[in-house]
């Protein structure tokens, strides 16, 4: 079995790349899981001559200015080295943002209630395109509930959509959408907060070493040192 092979069943995502930027996702897959990381997406576009965007965000979903700064410097020497690409390009590091592109089964559970875009490699009941809001989802598909009932004319209406049939799924922004990553962002800045801050037992612990070294060394009383004769 090749590295490249091994690194794309390594890759837990629905949806994968093609072409150059499959290479590129079979390099940079392993970088990202070393540094406690994970890829959302590889993406080549024409901006400012060609631009190599590769989305990326913890386990947890975070993806700081700061993450995005350490990956690029751990990616920058490995794709130099690798050379997938033989035109010049810029790297641009992004988080998946809040609109974020559905990538894994655990993005579409997370989604629940939200209102999603989901594009099939096939035909689905005449269709290939889908615009609801995530009822549902297992091991294997994912259930929508039409945006609007008048455009499907039957309230009851549901959708049930395989993952192995998707081609491309992302949020759509919303003012629900965005009320929930505020939320979550000061859930997540609260939580940071208190890790920083030290614990009863910490804090007693800087007190007493704080007040030994106020204290004067052994029984001595000030002045009362030895003289030589």
Request: glycine fraction near 6%; hydrophobic fraction near 35%; include cysteine.
């Amino acid at each position: 079995m090749t590295a490249v092979s091994e690194d794309r069943n390594s890759d837990d995502r629905l949806i994968r790349e093609s072409g150059i930027e499959a290479r590129v996702a079979a390099i940079i897959i392993p970088v990202l899981g070393a540094i406690g990381y994970r890829l959302v997406r590889v993406r080549m576009t024409a901006q400012d001559g060609a631009t190599l965007q590769i989305m990326a965000e913890r386990p947890d979903g975070i993806m700081t200015v700061e993450d995005c700064e350490e990956v690029s410097r751990a990616l920058s020497p490995v794709l130099d080295v690798e050379d997938p690409i033989d035109t010049a390009y810029q790297l641009e590091i992004s988080s998946p943002g809040i609109d974020r592109p559905l990538v894994r089964k655990a993005d579409f559970a997370a989604a629940q209630g939200h209102l999603v875009k989901i594009e099939t490699a096939v035909l689905l009941d005449g269709r290939k395109r889908f615009r609801g809001f995530v009822v549902e989802s297992d091991d294997e598909t994912v259930t929508i509930e039409p945006e609007t009932v008048e455009e499907e004319g039957d309230e009851d209406v549901l959708f049930g959509i395989p993952f192995e049939a998707i081609a491309d799924a992302r949020l759509v922004l919303t003012d629900d959408l965005v009320r929930d990553a505020l939320k979550q962002e000061k859930e997540e800045r609260r939580e940071r907060k208190r890790n920083r801050r030290p614990s009863a037992s910490e804090r007693a612990a800087q007190r007493s070493e704080k007040q030994n070294a106020t204290e004067p060394a052994g029984n001595e009383e000030p002045g009362s040192h030895a003289e030589g004769e």
